[in-house]
């Protein structure tokens, strides 16, 4: 304002005449009138370009304006076929689908919607082409991994659920996000050492979680081995199983098969710290493997001096009463089949007092009542799953029932066929042992 108000003072200061020459022409004015009519020109031409360029502009406009509103419309249709896609309303996904990749370019929500798409459509092959685009989206990358891990399991596809693995390295991607499918897919294919070779570089030490499911994985790619006599491999990963989970029953279990024909003192020494560390019931099977070859007294002798902890275990007195009744010390072998029937009743215990009363015993009538006791037993199973409930005779890494992973565990309680215990205590007292 300043300015214009010092420029309006100095032309009325200023008076006189302003005379142009053009071609001949002469045209006089006053230096007021020219300056208002050269500030004149100025604004029409200055209107007249802004005008000019808002007409060239304006189908431009429209057209980004009509865009923008398809583009909205895609958008919603996108969010709204991914919440149909929740709650498995198939011809929602499908319509959403088509609308949101009418203006949509490839997005990575536009991917999911199209994945699930063609998963509630059980298109499999249009689902491993979309998967296999969304690992080139960082963002989409895990969910990809874990979809054609699955789909490899669907398959039989081993490469690709080793290449799946080998993308899983990847330092964004938790072990946790995809440790189950990589075990259901171990577990239908009885293929394990891919997925202890991904754990071995992929999990920190210091995890104790994911190095406790590595020794699962390790004793069964061993066991697997031994059963194909393959021995000295077996070895090899058991004992990677061991460094994790020194005292594990069915590690040392297999580790006694495998070490059976060495001499004997190193194993009676570990099975000796094992019962004093890890007491378990598999301890029989360990006894009669790592010991084999020995006759029955020596055999008592040698488990006797392993078995000198933990008397308010069943199974104890019941291995030890097994074990003299085979060096035929029946008196003994009946003190220890009774004590193991106070802490908990089993078949075992009642069959093999059977078999004694029977042999050396005329009470006909006591012997009938052990009978009918042992038979309302089944026989002892030392493992329960705790996820279906099934009873097994032996430890796995898996249900074979329902296949779950380490959900394998020792069962406590006896198992009495007609369910009526108040009956069998009342048959159990008026039992003379």
């Known amino acids: 304002m300043a300015t ?49 360029i808002r007409i060239i502009k304006l189908p431009f406009t429209i057209k ?31 319509k959403n689908l088509i609308l949101a990749k009418k203006y949509l370019k490839k997005t990575p929500l536009l991917l999911l919607l199209d994945l699930q798409n063609s998963i509630l459509k059980k298109n499999n092959k249009n689902s491993f082409l979309i998967l296999s685009n969304m690992l080139s989206y960082p963002t989409l990358k895990p969910l990809a991994i874990k979809g ?51 754990l071995e570089k992929k999990i920190d030490r210091k995890n104790k979680k994911d190095n406790y499911i590595l020794s699962l994985i390790n004793f069964k790619i ?12 077996a070895l090899f990963y058991l004992e990677k199983s061991l460094k994790t ?25 570990l099975l000796k710290k094992y ?12 006894i009669n493997i790592g010991l084999e070859g020995l006759d029955e007294l020596s ?21 030890l009463g097994k074990l003299k009744y085979k060096a035929k010390i029946w008196g003994e072998a009946k003190k220890d089949f009774k004590k193991s029937i106070r802490i908990k009743p089993t078949k075992a215990a009642y069959y093999y007092l059977y078999k004694m009363e029977k042999k050396f015993s005329s009470d006909i009538i006591n012997i009938s009542k ?36 380490d959900s394998i565990n020792i069962s406590t309680k006896p198992i009495i066929k007609n369910n009526s215990t108040k009956a069998s205590n009342q048959l159990l007292n008026s039992v003379k042992i």
């Not at 989970?245 to 020494?269: D, Q």
Request: proline share 2%.
């Open 299 to 319: 055999k008592l002798k040698e488990a006797s001096k392993m078995l000198v902890k933990h008397d308010n275990l069943y199974y104890k007195h019941l291995i």
């Open 222 to 233: 061993a066991n697997n081995l031994y059963l194909d006599n393959n021995n000295e491999t």
């Open 64 to 94: 980004k304006k009509i865009t923008n509103a398809r583009l909205k419309k895609s958008e919603n249709a996108l969010y709204n076929g991914i919440i149909a896609s929740s709650y498995g309303n198939i011809s929602e996904v499908n």
């Open 4 to 52: 214009v108000s010092t420029v309006a003072m100095w032309v009325g200061q200023h008076d006189g005449k302003l005379i142009i020459e053009w071609f001949g022409w002469e045209v006089s004015t006053t230096p007021s009138f020219f300056v208002i009519l050269l500030i004149t020109i100025i604004f029409i031409l200055y209107i007249s370009i802004k005008f000019s």
């Open 370 to 405: 052990l009978k009918k006791l042992f038979s309302q037993f089944d026989e002892e199973s030392n493992f329960l799953c705790s996820f279906c409930k099934t009873k097994l005779i032996s430890w796995d890494v898996f249900c074979n029932n329902c296949k779950q992973f």
């Open 245 to 269: 989970n020194k005292y594990f029953p069915a590690f040392i279990e297999l580790y006694c098969k495998l070490k059976k024909i060495e001499h004997k003192v190193s194993l009676i020494k």
């Open 148 to 198: 054609l891990i699955t789909y490899a399991n669907k398959n039989n596809d081993v490469e690709l659920f080793s290449n799946m693995l080998d993308r899983s390295l990847d330092k964004k991607i938790s072990v946790s996000w995809i440790i189950q499918d990589a075990l259901n897919f171990s577990i239908e294919k009885n293929d394990w050492k891919n997925l202890a070779n991904f």
């Open 275 to 286: 019962w004093q560390n890890f007491p378990s019931p598999n301890i029989e099977n360990c």
